[in-house]
């Protein structure tokens, strides 16, 4: 591996007055066949190799809004809690999102919101530190209301797979703000609740409107997709991963976003990715989507 555990992307401007950083906080390997679910090993293994574990590598992206005088961090990878043998198995190299911005120069007290797109380990990992108080003393920590109340259910599916004990910490501090739906947090800057992954996964929309309500240059706009899509590779609205909770609701509103996103020309981050950020998406000639050339 040649790429620097930590870097933090060239800004990218939206709307004129918002910038957007990819905040790479580290490396982890999932299983393939659990990242691409029911697809066929030789469709995915056009775009990507396992190790000798049967694991693909991919990256820990956090995004850095700045927004007026606002900044937003969106994920907190996989945070510092884990244990040696978790980390080996998952093959997780940094992660800590406090150590990850702090190495490229940013303070973890600037932050205002910190977005989960929803509450697995290596989105949700790094709310708390080593000590277990909230990392980022100064923020208000984004959560659907839906994604927050799953992980205190009874679901057996959810058992021991939601960060609940970072999530209660949070709460305990005054930190955690519950929305529910589409929330704009700062202006130009939405969440928005797709589901699908997870109860209450969401996305973030960035880009704002034109006065009188107008929608403004769809080339001005981005999205970060959470694990929805986690990479360029899962673009196809049906590569669904055996991590997906819901994955008929998941099918259904990447269709109806993908669509949009390449019809409107919006900037993509993903949450996994290993390459360059933010791409676009176009349809092919049989209707189904893909990077941009």
């Known amino acids: 591996m040649t790429e620097p555990l930590h870097a933090l992307d060239e800004a990218k401007r939206f709307a004129g007055e918002i910038s957007v950083r990819v905040l790479r906080a580290g490396w982890f390997r999932p299983d393939a066949g659990g990242f691409f679910g029911v697809v066929p090993q030789p469709l995915w293994s056009r775009f990507v190799e396992t190790d000798e574990r049967g694991r693909i590598l991919c990256r820990l992206n956090l995004l850095l809004i700045d927004a007026g005088d606002k900044r937003i961090l969106v994920e907190t990878g996989t945070g510092v809690r884990m244990t040696d043998r978790a980390r080996d198995f998952k093959g997780v190299e940094g992660g800590d999102p406090a150590a990850a911005m702090r190495a490229v120069g940013v303070d973890p007290a600037s932050i205002d919101f910190v977005v989960l797109t929803h ?126 909770d819901y994955p008929i609701d998941a099918i259904e509103v990447r269709n109806e976003l993908v669509a949009r996103a390449a019809a409107e020309r919006w900037w993509c981050y993903f949450t996994h990715d290993p390459g360059p950020l933010p791409i676009r998406i176009e349809a092919t000639e049989k209707g189904n989507f893909r990077p941009a050339e």
């Open 119 to 244: 509450l697995h380990y290596d989105h949700a990992g790094g709310m708390v530190d080593a000590s277990g108080r909230p990392a980022f003393l100064n923020a208000r920590y984004v959560v659907q209301r839906d994604e927050a109340e799953a992980a205190h259910g009874d679901e057996l599916r959810h058992a021991g797979i939601m960060e609940v004990e970072q999530l209660d910490a949070v709460r305990a501090a005054g930190q955690l703000a519950e929305v529910n739906g589409e929330v704009e947090l700062v202006p130009g800057v939405r969440v928005m609740r797709t589901g699908g992954h997870t109860r209450g996964s969401q996305a973030v929309l960035i880009g704002l409107d034109r006065p009188g309500g107008r929608a403004g240059d769809p080339t001005d706009r981005a999205v970060f997709w959470g694990d929805l899509i986690p990479t360029r590779w899962q673009i196809p609205v049906r590569w669904t991963s055996a991590y997906d």
